[in-house]
């Protein structure tokens, strides 16, 4: 039986619960922003009482930790990893594209994002820790397929830190253009400057 991080157990029902309460914070995040968004709105689009979703989620700050764990493992989930294969900068494209088609997700993601930079934000540490563990993964991706240098002449240390901030950036320009930022093409386009492959 699952146990949420607070330590309660919860069966099939109880899971499903949480992910309904979770998908709901999402969407209230999405429209206000951490800050602006209340245990009592969220409870409202579930119709339950703030009481209530306490019981799942006792505090403002483990409900947001809760959605941030809970969008890496929808992450995992549209992964080649999932499937037994290693990420390779070919189908890092299948992630953007993954993420084109959950713009709620992404909006929630890149709100959060923008406010955990304020000081004593709930979830500053989970992006610092986040981009410090992505930044690593993307060089042992680069590495692991060209080596120490790639056709650029960057070496993948340089280049990590450019592909994570492309993918990020290019979800800030979509969000507010979506039908003028084509993210997937962008990202291809920018692996290639790279002197890279992307997948078609």
């Known amino acids: 039986m699952p146990i949420s991080p607070n ?23 999405a429209e206000r922003g951490f800050r602006g968004s209340s ?12 009481q209530g979703l306490l019981h799942y989620f006792p505090t403002k700050d483990e409900l947001l930790i809760a959605v941030l764990r809970q969008r890496d493992e929808w992450d995992t989930g549209d992964s080649p990893e999932a499937a037994g294969n290693a990420w390779t900068v070919s189908n890092l494209s ?19 994002l923008g406010e955990s930079v304020t000081e004593d934000h709930p979830a500053g540490e989970y992006f610092h820790d986040r981009y410090r563990g992505t930044r690593a993964d993307m060089e042992a991706i680069l590495r692991r397929e060209w080596g120490e240098r790639l ?32 993210l ?9 400057l790279l002197g890279l492959r992307a997948a078609e």
């Open 39 to 50: 245990i009592a709105a969220v409870a409202e689009k579930v119709g339950l009482t703030q």
């Open 151 to 182: 056709p650029s002449g960057l070496t993948a240390a340089e280049a990590a830190p450019l592909l994570v901030a492309v993918m990020d950036g290019l979800q800030f320009q979509w969000l507010h253009e979506p039908d003028a930022v084509d």
């Open 184 to 192: 997937v093409a962008s990202f291809r386009a920018f692996v290639g």
């Open 94 to 112: 299948t992630l953007v594209e993954a993420n084109a088609a959950r713009p709620e997700l992404i909006r929630t993601f890149s709100a959060l």
């Open 7 to 29: 330590g309660v157990r919860h069966g099939a029902r109880g899971q499903a619960r949480r992910e309904e309460i979770l998908r709901a914070a999402i969407e209230v995040i």
